[in-house]
């Protein structure tokens, strides 16, 4: 018995080695990838250049009744006769990014072969994102419930990201994705196809948003799936364990199957967009670049 | 299996109750159609948006009912193939009495022998492990020796199959005479038990012109039905005849006669072989459906007519479907010797009854009688001539003593004849008297006499006699004893109508009648053409048929399917008599006799007709069975393998149904493309209409070599050959070229367009070339060539006088367009393309080299004389052999002679090959001067420079 479960665990460890293995030789192709698209994104919107809370002196700012009183500087107000002044700091308090992306279980699908799968369009915008972020001094961290881990910074941190990311074992079951467990008002960008039920969907946007987390969205896409461009009798399976769907005729279910789609997208949409998070989608025949900027825009607005 | 077996009466299964499976085909089909074909299934992404949709899918769920019916097919060939079906299964022979197996092994059944073979096999499987008596014998006649092997018994099962094996056809008809003896043989084996007879019929009843076989064949079959319960085997299919050749005037035909009319038309080759085997004709024959009987024309040139040793049929082979021919088919030469008559061609004139009797038979020729005999006739006839020239009468002699046949005929003048020489006339059998008789006369009282008799001796000893012959007047013959001839035909009194005599090795036949009807009834009657019939034989099967005594020895033998057999040594030799009786077991159909001119004995006879076996008759107390026409086949193979092949249709069809057969759409530009393809492929391009260029063309034109025109004379073109290849072999040694070895042309066949120098050698004996080839020389000069012609006089020659050779040329070459010519000039580029020379000495230095004059050359060929003509024998004095011996000798001037007619081999060869070249360097001081003096400055060579 004893004997069994230590080969069992040998071999589980030689598993592990040999996936390992084969992750880190991922690493450096998607780093590479992803410090490429980065680098075709070198805004440079550094800095906020607004008041907000932070160590660094921005402003002095007339006293205002709606102002807390405990804010008036008073040394600067005592210069002036009649003003009482507020200091306000230049806000600079690092912010904190997770990213989540779809893992496994239809994620890992793409129709076309000249197409990467949406999972691997996804690894990448996120390794994009993080390197960008990182050059932008946030602090990034991988929202998985294993591989997680604190939010990163410095130099390495891209890295150590891309690191985690790999590492993340299949995570796009029934359940909608983690919710960062801070207290923090950290930004949160999900990167998947969200092919759930809504009712779940905005249950968890809504406790997200309650949270104080600002939420972003993305939903990657086939094109075959929003396009559904099949044809006679054909059996449709997930994974190879699951019983499949079985259609007659294929086509004649595009048109709903498309209603069905634009359906589900538009809703998610509205739910996100009530509880003041975004929403975007992407193609995987759609440049990932694309992606990368739709999302750096909207992060970067933030700031 | 009840009614499968009735659709089917000749299959059967050895597990009937697997067929019980079919039953359930019609679940299975249910089944099937529950199950519908699996789809082609898909990983895809989108799977939670197709979760809710509801399928109303237009495709059929089910596979569609073509697939289900080959589903259902394959199911049911399996059960079927399990079921263990075997086609023709043997009849199981149950009971415990005696069996009996009655073959008829005649002729008839020859054709489909391995009917009767399988039914007896099958039998003895069947009967294989029950322990009853079993009998068998056959019906056919044989020889008496071989009688007690006819009827066998008790066997055992093996022994039966054994027995049926070895049992082979006789070319006989089936005689139930012979069945019903070996029948009473029988009885009492079988000791009074009712036995089950098989009685394997040939289903034909073979009748002779005046017997009554119908007794024997009733009485056979009551004697059967006596024994035993008796089955009939029988064929369905119809027994095939051919009967004997008959003669119509020129043509020969055969006639196929059928048991049965046929639904459809029956084709097949009547093929005819003479006696070595040498096929002379194949006729297709056709027996139109509906019909019994068909003639096939025989039409073959007269002498390969009379070569006819066989006609045999190339379907249903038995003794039956073929005819041998002997003399009697064939058509005899026959001369008629002329007389001068005034009334030919008239019902007065004898010699058109002759014709009338003789010109279906044979070739009738008329003239006299050295010119007949020179024509190698084998029967002269003399109709009615009395005195003769003597030298005709020694020629007469010689010849029938040399094997002749002469026929004559009595007559008015024959009477006369023998009048004036007293009755010793030539040529005639025995002594004649005068005057001869006539009855029936105002003054006679005797009645016209009958002809009674064909005696022994006569060729017409098995004819019928005729009855209606009337003689009324006859030329008589002295009775004296010892007479040294034979009496053929007597009239009621005994005198003889017909009386011959044996000469040499000929024989004289004299008719005492004559030709016209005013002496005897005979020419007008059927049996004067029988009797002239007979005699046309005999030049053929030679006299010895005359001879009673005379026995012919078997040759070849029919077998029962109509081949040759060696006679077995068994038979023995039998008379001419015999021969022309049916065939019976001592004297089976075949060939005998001389091998040379074999006499036929045929399995059908002219007076046979075979008609079915009259079934209806028999079967009332006969029950009948068809053969079985296959021997028992086990079909589960057949069906086993039909159903794999169909459930790799199935499987195929089941991949395309899910759409894992490559796309047709995809693949129609594919075949697009092959398609065009193999058109334009197919499409002759031009460069593969263009002749195809023969060896020795291909070869020239891949080596360069000397040629020279074969001129015919052996002689001259071996010593013309043998000196090219040695100049072939000094230019080797001295100059650039290296040629390959000469090759002879044939001026109307070969391209000369490849050659660079042809050595044209003319003797008086030359024959003028075409107009073609001539053409083509002409062509040769004008494509840059060089002839060389040699006439070889130049020793001769003088400037007054043509020799032969030299006037041969000319005649040839007024034929030609060539240049103007001119002797040779002194600095012509052939005394300096190589070594210098003033003249070009072959083995003579006389006469005149002949070449393009100068004042013609600009323009054509570069001014290279395309033609050198003389005298000098070049090749003559080029020609050593392998040891470097001269062919020809020099005369005076002896080696070095010979060494500068080599230069002037070469000299010629260089113009040939580099004729413009060399011209230029002949003239390049000219070009400079000329280039210097129109002020270009000094030039060291000008190439394109204009010639003088």
């Known amino acids: 018995m004893a004997a069994t479960s230590s080969i069992k665990s040998s071999q589980q460890a030689l598993n592990l080695q040999a996936r390992g293995e084969q992750e880190a030789a991922r690493l450096p192709a998607l780093l590479l990838a992803a410090e490429k698209i980065a680098g075709t994104l070198m805004l440079g919107l550094h800095g906020r250049h607004r008041a907000g809370p932070g160590e660094t002196f921005w402003q002095y700012r007339p006293y205002d009744v709606s102002d807390d009183r405990k804010m008036i500087d008073w040394r600067q107000s005592a210069r002036s006769p009649s003003r009482l002044y507020i200091r306000q700091t230049e806000w600079e308090s690092a912010d904190i990014v997770y990213i989540w992306t779809a893992c496994g279980n239809g994620f890992d699908f793409h129709y076309n072969d000249a197409l990467p799968e949406k999972q691997q369009r996804a690894e990448l915008i996120a390794a994009a994102l993080a390197i ?93 799936e929003e396009d559904f461009p099949f044809e006679g009798r054909l059996a449709f399976y997930q994974s190879p364990d699951e019983a499949p769907l079985v259609f007659g005729n294929a086509a004649a279910s595009r048109e709903r199957y498309q209603q069905r789609f634009a359906a589900h997208r538009q809703t998610l949409a509205e739910i996100c967009r009530r509880h003041g998070w975004r929403f975007l989608h992407h193609r995987t025949s759609s440049p990932s670049l694309e992606a990368l900027l739709a999302l750096h825009n909207i992060l970067a607005g933030e700031r | 299996m009840g009614p499968l077996t009735a659709f089917f009466p000749a299959l059967s299964f050895t597990q009937p109750a697997i067929l019980l499976g079919l039953l359930a085909l019609p679940a299975l089909y249910f089944l099937l159609r529950l199950v519908p074909p699996p789809p082609r299934s898909l990983r895809f992404g989108g799977l939670f948006f197709l979760r809710g949709l509801k399928d109303d899918s237009t495709t059929p769920a089910h596979a569609p009912w073509w697939l289900l019916l080959l589903r259902l097919a394959i199911m049911a060939l399996i059960l079927i193939g399990l079921a263990g079906p075997i086609l023709n299964k043997p009849d199981p022979m149950t009971g415990s009495e005696p069996v009996l197996f009655v073959v008829d092994n005649s002729w008839p059944a020859a054709a489909r022998w391995e009917l009767r073979r399988d039914t007896l096999v099958s039998a003895a499987e069947a009967l294989r492990g029950q322990n009853r008596l079993i009998f068998a014998m056959t019906t056919a006649p044989v020889p008496t020796r071989l009688e007690d092997a006819q009827l066998v018994g008790p066997l055992s099962p093996d022994e039966l199959r054994k027995w049926a094996r070895s049992l082979e056809p006789t070319p006989f008809p089936p005689d139930h005479k012979a069945g019903l003896a070996r029948l009473q043989r029988l009885a009492p084996l079988l000791q009074g038990a009712p036995a089950q007879i098989h009685w394997l019929s040939d289903g034909v009843l073979v009748t002779h012109k005046d017997a009554t076989p119908e007794s024997p064949l ?14 009939q085997w029988q064929s369905d299919d119809p027994v095939f005849s051919l009967h004997p050749f008959t003669a119509k005037g020129d043509s020969l035909s055969l006639t196929l006669r059928s048991t049965q009319a046929l639904a459809d038309d029956f084709s097949t080759t009547l093929k005819v072989t003479a006696q070595n085997g040498r096929e002379l004709l194949s006729v297709p024959v056709t027996l139109p459906a509906g019909e019994r009987e068909t003639e096939i024309p025989i039409s073959l040139p007269f002498s390969l007519r009379n070569e006819i040793a066989t006609a045999r049929l190339q379907a249903n082979h038995s003794a039956g479907t073929v005819q041998l021919a002997d003399a009697s088919t064939r058509r005899v030469k026959i001369g008629l010797v002329e007389r001068s008559a005034n009334n030919q061609g008239s019902l007065l004139d004898g010699a058109t009854y002759l014709q009338q009797a003789l010109a279906p038979y044979a070739s009738l020729l008329n003239g006299d009688v050295a010119d007949l005999i020179d024509r190698q006739v084998g029967l002269i006839i003399l109709d009615d001539i009395g005195r003769m020239r003597d030298s005709d009468v020694a ?20 009477a006369d004849a023998i009048g004036d020489k007293g009755g010793s006339l030539p040529l005639t059998p025995g002594r004649l008297r005068f005057g001869g008789r006539a009855f029936g006369g105002a003054l006679t009282w005797e009645q016209p006499q009958n002809l009674t008799q064909f005696t022994k001796e006569s060729p017409f000893a098995d004819l019928t006699v005729p009855e209606d012959i009337i003689v009324r007047r006859q030329i008589l013959t002295d009775p004296l004893p010892d007479r040294g001839f034979q009496s053929w035909a007597l009239l009621a009194d005994g005198t003889p109508l017909i009386t011959a005599q044996p000469g040499g090795k000929g024989l004289l036949i004299l008719f005492h009648v004559a030709t016209t009807p005013d002496w005897s009834d005979l020419p007008i009657s059927g049996g004067f053409v029988m009797m002239l019939r007979r005699i046309l034989t005999l030049p053929e099967q030679g006299l010895a048929s005359l001879d009673p005594e005379a026995s012919f020895a078997p040759l070849r033998i029919i077998n029962g399917y109509g081949g040759f057999d060696a006679p077995a040594s068994a038979l023995k030799p039998i008379s001419f008599a015999n021969l022309q009786k049916p065939a019976t077991p001592e004297t089976p159909p075949g060939f005998y006799g001389n091998p040379d001119a074999p006499i036929a004995l045929n399995a059908i006879g002219p007076q046979m007709t075979i008609s079915p076996l009259s079934t209806k008759a028999i079967a009332g107390f006969v029950p009948q ?33 899910r759409g894992l057969l490559p796309n047709l759409k995809k693949l129609t530009p594919i075949a697009v493309m092959v398609l065009a393809f193999s058109l334009i492929a197919s499409t002759p391009s031009q460069a593969q209409e263009l002749p195809p260029i023969d060896a020795k063309t291909m070869a020239a034109a891949l080596q360069t070599r000397l040629a020279y025109i074969d001129t015919g004379d052996s002689e001259t073109d071996r010593i013309t050959r043998a000196g090219l290849t040695t100049l072939s072999t000094y230019l080797y040694r001295r100059t650039a070229l290296e040629p390959a070895s000469p090759v002879a042309i044939d001026l109307e066949r070969d391209d000369l367009s490849v050659y660079p120098l042809l050595y044209w050698v003319i003797s008086e004996d030359t024959s003028p070339p075409s107009d073609y080839a001539l053409g083509a020389l002409e062509e040769f000069m ?28 000319r005649r040839i070459l007024s034929r030609i367009n060539i240049p103007p010519l001119e002797p040779l000039p002194a600095g012509h580029v052939l005394g300096r393309s190589f070594y210098l020379l003033d003249d070009l000495p072959g083995r003579n230095e006389g006469g005149t ?21 003389g005298g000098r024998d070049w090749a003559g ?72």
């Open chain 2, 849 to 869: 080299v002949w070449v393009k004059a100068a004042s013609a050359l600009p323009g054509q060929n570069d001014g290279v004389t395309p033609i050198i003509i």
């Open chain 1, 132 to 224: 960008l972020l990182n050059r932008a001094g946030e602090r990034i961290g991988l929202l998985d419930e294993k591989h997680g881990g604190p939010p990163l910074s410095g130099r390495d941190a891209p890295q150590r990201f891309v690191t985690r990311l790999i590492q993340r074992e299949e995570n796009t079951g029934k359940s909608p994705p983690p919710l960062p467990q801070t207290r923090q008002k950290v930004q949160a960008v999900y990167l998947g196809d969200f092919y759930q039920p809504l009712d779940r969907l905005a249950d968890w946007i809504r406790k997200g948003s309650a949270q104080g987390i600002r939420g972003t969205l993305m939903q990657i896409c086939d094109p075959s």
């Open chain 2, 625 to 657: 069975r068809p053969y079985q026409s296959e021997p028992a086949k086990a079909l589960a193979v057949f069906f086993l393998v039909t159903a794999f092949f169909l459930a790799l249709i199935d499987s195929v069809l089941a991949l395309w149904l």
């Open chain 2, 218 to 231: 009733w009485r056979f079959v009551n004697r059967l039905t006596e024994l035993g319960a008796v089955v």
């Open chain 2, 782 to 809: 004008n494509g840059g060539g060089l002839l060389i012609i040699d006439t070889r006089d130049g020793d001769v020659a003088s400037a007054t006088r043509q020799t032969p050779a030299g006037e041969a040329m």
């Open chain 2, 877 to 948: 004095a080029w020609a050593l052999d392998n040891n470097n011996v001269p062919y020809l000798l020099m005369g005076t001037g002896g080696i070095a002679k010979r060494e500068y007619a080599f230069r002037s081999g070469i000299n010629m060869v260089m113009v040939a090959l580099t004729g413009s070249y060399k011209i230029d360097q002949l003239h390049v001081n000219t070009l400079l001067e000329q280039l210097g003096q129109e002020g270009n400055g000094p030039q060291p060579f000008a190439p394109e420079g204009g010639r003088p």
């Open chain 2, 395 to 414: 020629l007469l002699e010689t010849w029938v003593s040399n094997g002749g046949i002469l026929l004559r005929f009595a007559g008015p003048n024959m």
